[in-house]
């Protein structure tokens, strides 16, 4: 299908051709599913919504709900203020939300609602919430619109009492529900006290019961949203997606932050926990140092395979900069990084760890995409891709050996609900990253080089 993909390459600054993100609502969408008994609600046309919701149920296999403000002409002429009233109304009589989170879309945006101003004239019934974020598809990504629904979640909700609560705020970034269940048993294990938002554990992996339930039991209480304006300090994890409502936080309720990366590899979950480790007090049970001495041996043990071995590795920031700390780790040479979001941090951080790693000639591109990835391979060859689905078309183009690991990922089932994040996750992605190398090596080796044992 790509294999006329020109290697010749041009500058384009204002054309992106297969974008490795999407827009801005969907991020919203699923910070909002990470809320206990919240209606996502796309102020916009029923088509934008529509969208959104096929491509995070494609992504968990699962059903993502989302409310619409249902634009038609006449909305879009002179604005959608009677349609979310109605909405929102509609909502809390037939769907028994608890919290609204209504988001943008380009179309509102372009118009120019004022949805603070809409929101204030709502009757909204004595115990339930609406909350909003703007969300214009034009700007950012995906990851923009998941950190921009949380800080919109911190401005209505987070209050300050002066009177702390002992707890640990923990903003998770932009992983899957596999990911923050995780992060939870690793906080848990340390015997923290903790609140996470979002958290969609419980929500996008939630077990078939045999019947329909709208809210599932997971997701982030919204008396603990209140709560964490009282919590005595946030890890902010993912960088790129949770230091801007980490820092909201901190401005509305003084409630410091600590950022880092997602814990992804030894060198960043090693940090996590320590972090974990200073909050507590506590010392680091035996439990977590053998799952980390399991992890050593592993990668020690499949050296002779990734050594040197080059990899593109493509998707959201924060995950893109997980895996290239991990295959550095590994030994592996991150030769091409592209991530659609847009912003220099991403550029900045990859160039630290390719310096901190002693690599050289390796190339990261933030706002990027999957066409310009596609020409740098022609050129120059890879021996693996890592990323989602959106790749699949350059794997079998080139030849080469994709292990999906991150988003959105529409081809393959059960993904979502193993992380790879942890020691436990990295020890995941080092065995497909692995498989994915020795698969290819019984491929392409002569008939009398055939190992059974490897």
Not at 278 to 283: G, I, L, P, R, V
């Given at each position: 299908?790509?294999?006329?993909?020109?290697?010749?390459?041009?500058?384009?600054?204002?054309?992106?051709?297969?974008?490795?993100?999407?827009?801005?609502?969907?991020?919203?969408?699923?910070?909002?599913?990470?809320?206990?008994?919240?209606?996502?609600?796309?102020?916009?046309?029923?088509?934008?919504?529509?969208?959104?919701?096929?491509?995070?149920?494609?992504?968990?296999?699962?059903?993502?709900?989302?409310a619409s403000s249902s634009f038609t002409e006449g909305s879009s002429v002179f604005g959608g203020g009677a349609n979310i009233k109605a909405s929102v109304k509609n909502i809390f009589d037939m769907y028994k939300a608890d919290i609204i989170a209504v988001h943008t879309t380009c179309l509102s945006e372009t118009i120019g609602d004022d949805l603070n101003s809409f929101i204030q004239e709502i009757d909204i019934p004595e115990g339930k919430y609406v909350v909003h974020t703007n969300t214009p598809s034009y700007v950012g990504s995906h990851v923009t619109g998941f950190g921009n629904m949380i800080s919109g979640f911190i401005k209505y909700l987070a209050k300050s009492t002066k009177v702390s609560n002992g707890k640990l705020n923990?903003?998770?970034?932009?992983?899957?529900?596999?990911?923050?269940?995780?992060?939870?048993?690793?906080?848990?294990?340390?015997?923290?006290?903790?609140?996470?938002?979002?958290?969609?554990?419980?929500?996008?992996?939630?077990?078939?019961?045999?019947?329909?339930?709208?809210?599932?039991?997971?997701?982030?209480?919204?008396?603990?949203?209140?709560?964490?304006?009282?919590?005595?300090?946030?890890?902010?994890?993912?960088?790129?997606?949770?230091?801007?409502?980490?820092?909201?936080?901190?401005?509305?309720?003084?409630?410091?932050?600590?950022?880092?990366?997602?814990?992804?590899?030894?060198?960043?979950?090693?940090?996590?926990?320590?972090?974990?480790?200073?909050?507590?007090?506590?010392?680091?049970?035996?439990?977590?140092?053998?799952?980390?001495?399991?992890?050593?041996?592993?990668?020690?043990?499949?050296?002779?395979?990734?050594?040197?071995?080059?990899?593109?590795?493509?998707?959201?920031?924060?995950?893109?900069?997980?895996?290239?700390?991990?295959?550095?780790?590994?030994?592996?040479?991150?030769?091409?990084?592209?991530?659609?979001?847009?912003?220099?941090?991403?550029?900045?951080?990859?160039?630290?760890?390719?310096?901190?790693?002693?690599?050289?000639?390796?190339?990261?591109?933030?706002?990027?995409?999957?066409?310009?990835?596609?020409?740098?391979?022609?050129?120059?060859?890879?021996?693996?891709?890592?990323?989602?689905?959106?790749?699949?078309?350059?794997?079998?183009?080139?030849?080469?050996?994709?292990?999906?690991?991150?988003?959105?990922?529409?081809?393959?089932?059960?993904?979502?609900?193993?992380?790879?994040?942890?020691?436990?996750?990295?020890?995941?992605?080092?065995?497909?990253?692995?498989?994915?190398?020795?698969?290819?090596?019984?491929?392409?080796?002569?008939?009398?080089?055939?190992?059974?044992?490897?």
């Amino acid at each position: 299908m790509l294999d006329l993909t020109p290697k010749e390459v041009s500058e384009r600054k204002a054309l992106r051709i297969n974008p490795a993100k999407t827009c801005q609502p969907v991020g919203a969408i699923y910070a909002a599913l990470g809320v206990h008994k919240c209606m996502p609600h796309s102020h916009g046309s029923q088509g934008c919504c529509s969208f959104h919701r096929m491509y995070l149920t494609r992504h968990f296999k699962e059903p993502a709900i989302a409310a619409s403000s249902s634009f038609t002409e006449g909305s879009s002429v002179f604005g959608g203020g009677a349609n979310i009233k109605a909405s929102v109304k509609n909502i809390f009589d037939m769907y028994k939300a608890d919290i609204i989170a209504v988001h943008t879309t380009c179309l509102s945006e372009t118009i120019g609602d004022d949805l603070n101003s809409f929101i204030q004239e709502i009757d909204i019934p004595e115990g339930k919430y609406v909350v909003h974020t703007n969300t214009p598809s034009y700007v950012g990504s995906h990851v923009t619109g998941f950190g921009n629904m949380i800080s919109g979640f911190i401005k209505y909700l987070a209050k300050s009492t002066k009177v702390s609560n002992g707890k640990l705020n923990i903003m998770p970034g932009f992983v899957n529900p596999g990911d923050m269940r995780e992060m939870k048993r690793l906080a848990d294990l340390m015997g923290a006290s903790y609140i996470m938002l979002p958290d969609t554990s419980g929500v996008l992996d939630a077990p078939m019961t045999g019947h329909y339930d709208m809210y599932p039991r997971g997701g982030t209480k919204i008396e603990d949203i209140i709560s964490m304006g009282d919590s005595k300090i946030t890890f902010a994890l993912g960088e790129l997606t949770c230091e801007a409502p980490a820092n909201t936080l901190e401005k509305k309720c003084g409630v410091p932050y600590k950022t880092m990366p997602l814990p992804m590899g030894v060198a960043a979950t090693d940090a996590y926990i320590m972090a974990l480790s200073q909050f507590t007090k506590n010392e680091v049970p035996y439990e977590i140092e053998e799952e980390r001495g399991q992890l050593v041996d592993i990668m020690l043990d499949g050296h002779p395979y990734f050594h040197n071995k080059s990899v593109a590795i493509y998707g959201d920031p924060d995950t893109v900069l997980g895996i290239t700390a991990l295959v550095l780790e590994m030994g592996m040479i991150p030769k091409y990084i592209v991530t659609g979001t847009p912003g220099d941090a991403f550029n900045k951080k990859a160039e630290e760890l390719f310096e901190q790693a002693g690599v050289t000639g390796c190339v990261a591109k933030a706002a990027g995409d999957l066409f310009e990835l596609h020409q740098w391979i022609k050129n120059d060859p890879v021996d693996v891709m890592i990323g989602g689905t959106h790749g699949k078309h350059i794997a079998r183009a080139e030849d080469i050996p994709l292990v999906r690991a991150g988003f959105p990922i529409l081809d393959r089932y059960v993904h979502s609900m193993m992380a790879i994040v942890g020691y436990k996750g990295a020890i995941r992605l080092v065995e497909l990253i692995l498989t994915a190398l020795m698969d290819r090596q019984d491929r392409d080796c002569n008939e009398e080089d055939m190992e059974m044992i490897m």
